[in-house]
């Protein structure tokens, strides 16, 4: 559908509903993927996806009913429905009634690429193709996706908003492995076109043979390197527990903390909806985003704060727009380590869980690549370990932030912090 068309529907939508509060989202999606692992691909989708969500409420309560009924005929059925559905419902002692009118919208029109919207399997195969190909030549195994896709949305308001956003992204991740020998890439970006695939193919390939025959590693005191992925891994938990309302519960380490410093001065956490990842320019209630800093140098700023909270608290709403940027300096993970007199590289994290969720402390294993890093080189490869640390506690020790790279939801460096004590657990 047109922006036009999907913008008619969606106000058409709310109009069904009558004089009661309402909200109507309408999307549309399609994303495309190929799966494969053991060297060959298994799985390939091509998903398309057309839904609308109607909101509506008679001030006290709410219903939603979701529909792929996209016909205008069908919208009488539709508000018919959520109508009934108010009728039974309870009372929302949080009820808030649909965004004020005369909202105003940022125009992100970065986030849309016309070629990847398009979704075209050739490039995909090819890629895919290719990763298959080398690891077979390399006596090596591959697993991973690649995907394209976009999403369309409008958005109505019984208010008078009306309000249009269109987004596409594409990826490609795997892991090459031999034995216990591994290593692990992911590529993001709004366009096809942004992903190196080729060099990312060369270079997991080369760094699957570097961590072949891993030692355990000696207790001491290690300086600690994070690639960029790694970074992200513990960042992405940040945007999980800043919330406005738990902090006023007093359930989060936030508590109490605004305006105050919580890590180094050379961390500075914002989202830019205009940055290496574009923003989503509103939320499903129809709030319009801004740019925000969360952490300036250090001292937290603002909280996500959903609009009951807001008006419970006399704060302004914010909510993160699906992209998070960690300010960086300069330098590749190679100048990282060049500067390193001893040292554990680290390039990704997994089976990350909260151990105590108010205290921020994480626990987690290393995954797809360990070195033990001695007078600015690589010296050998390290078998995997457990962990346990406070992201905040981290982010107040770090001694040399890199150049930010596109991960997943935003931009994020490699960065070195200082001495830990390896066993990392407490």
């Given at each position: 559908?047109?922006?036009?068309?999907m913008?008619?529907?969606?106000?058409?939508?709310?109009?069904?509903?009558?004089?009661?509060?309402?909200?109507?989202?309408l999307?549309?999606?399609?994303n495309?993927?190929?799966?494969?692992?053991?060297?060959?691909?298994?799985?390939?989708?091509?998903?398309f996806?057309?839904?609308?969500?109607?909101?509506?409420?008679?001030?006290?309560k709410?219903?939603?009913?979701?529909s792929?009924?996209?016909?205008?005929?069908?919208?009488?059925?539709?508000?018919?429905?959520?109508r009934?559905?108010?009728?039974?419902?309870?009372?929302?002692?949080?009820?808030?009634?649909?965004?004020p009118?005369?909202?105003v919208?940022?125009?992100?029109?970065d986030?849309w690429?016309?070629?990847?919207?398009?979704?075209?399997a050739?490039?995909?195969?090819?890629a895919?193709?290719?990763?298959i190909?080398?690891?077979?030549?390399?006596?090596?195994?591959?697993a991973?996706?690649?995907?394209?896709?976009?999403?369309?949305?409008?958005?109505?308001?019984?208010t008078?908003?009306?309000?249009?956003?269109?987004?596409?992204?594409?990826?490609?991740?795997?892991?090459?492995?031999?034995?216990?020998?591994s290593?692990?890439?992911?590529?993001?970006?709004?366009?096809?076109?942004?992903?190196?695939?080729?060099?990312?193919?060369?270079?997991?390939?080369?760094?699957?043979?570097?961590?072949?025959?891993?030692?355990?590693?000696?207790?001491?005191?290690?300086?600690?390197?994070?690639?960029?992925?790694?970074t992200?891994?513990?960042l992405?938990?940040?945007?999980?527990?800043?919330?406005?309302r738990?902090?006023?519960?007093?359930?989060?380490v936030?508590?109490?903390?605004?305006?105050k410093?919580?890590?180094?001065?050379?961390?500075?956490?914002?989202?830019?909806l205009?940055?290496?990842?574009?923003?989503?320019?509103?939320?499903?209630?129809?709030?319009?985003?801004?740019?925000?800093?969360?952490?300036?140098r250090?001292?937290?700023?603002?909280?996500?704060?959903?609009?009951?909270?807001?008006?419970?608290?006399?704060?302004?709403?914010?909510?993160?727009?699906?992209?998070?940027?960690?300010?960086?300096?300069?330098?590749?993970?190679e100048?990282?380590v060049?500067?390193?007199d001893?040292g554990?590289l680290?390039?990704?994290f997994?089976?990350?869980?909260?151990?105590?969720?108010?205290?921020l402390?994480?626990?987690?294993?290393?995954r797809d690549?360990?070195?033990?890093?001695e007078?600015?080189?690589?010296?050998?490869?390290?078998?995997?370990?457990?962990?346990?640390?406070?992201?905040?506690e981290?982010?107040s020790?770090?001694?040399?932030?890199?150049?930010p790279?596109r991960?997943?939801?935003?931009?994020?460096?490699?960065?070195?912090?200082s001495?830990?004590?390896?066993?990392f657990?407490?």
């Open positions: 559908m047109t922006k036009q068309e913008l008619e529907f969606a106000e058409a939508a709310v109009k069904a509903a009558g004089t009661l509060d309402a909200v109507a989202v999307t549309e999606s399609r495309a993927s190929v799966r494969f692992g053991q060297n060959r691909i298994t799985q390939n989708l091509d998903v996806r057309r839904e609308l969500q109607l909101t509506v409420g008679d001030g006290e709410q219903a939603t009913v979701n792929q009924k996209i016909d205008i005929n069908a919208l009488p059925g539709i508000a018919s429905e959520a009934g559905l108010l009728a039974t419902s309870v009372p929302d002692p949080e009820y808030m009634s649909p965004v009118e005369g909202q919208y940022p125009v992100i029109e986030a690429d016309e070629s990847t919207s398009q979704c075209h050739a490039p995909r195969m090819e895919v193709g290719l990763v190909d080398t690891a077979a030549e390399n006596d090596l195994l591959a991973g996706i690649c995907r394209m896709g976009y999403e369309k949305i409008a958005l109505a308001t019984s008078g908003n009306l309000v249009a956003h269109r987004s596409t992204s594409s990826g490609l991740s795997f892991t090459m492995d031999k034995g216990l020998a290593s692990y890439i992911a590529l993001n970006g709004t366009s096809w076109s942004e992903l190196n695939t080729n060099s990312a193919i060369t270079s997991v390939t080369e760094q699957v043979k570097l961590d072949e025959g891993a030692e355990e590693l000696e207790p001491g005191d290690y300086k600690i390197i994070l690639e960029p992925q790694a992200w891994n513990l992405m938990f940040l945007p999980w527990v800043m919330s406005a738990a902090a006023d519960e007093g359930t989060s936030f508590s109490g903390m605004e305006g410093k919580l890590t180094g001065e050379n961390f500075t956490l914002s989202s830019s205009l940055g290496g990842r574009p923003g989503n320019p509103f939320n499903g209630e129809g709030l319009p985003a801004e740019d925000v800093v969360w952490f300036d250090g001292i937290l700023r603002n909280l996500p704060c959903d609009r009951f909270t807001a008006k419970k608290t006399d704060r302004p709403p914010f909510f993160v727009p699906d992209t998070v940027d960690m300010a960086g300096g300069h330098g590749t993970v100048d990282l060049a500067g390193v001893r554990i680290i390039r990704r997994w089976y990350i869980r909260f151990v105590d969720q108010k205290t402390k994480l626990t987690g294993m290393t690549g360990v070195f033990l890093v007078n600015g080189r690589i010296v050998k490869p390290l078998k995997d370990f457990r962990w346990n640390w406070r992201p905040l981290l982010f020790n770090m001694l040399r932030v890199g150049t790279e991960k997943a939801a935003g931009m994020v460096p490699p960065v070195v912090f001495e830990q004590h390896y066993p657990t407490d």
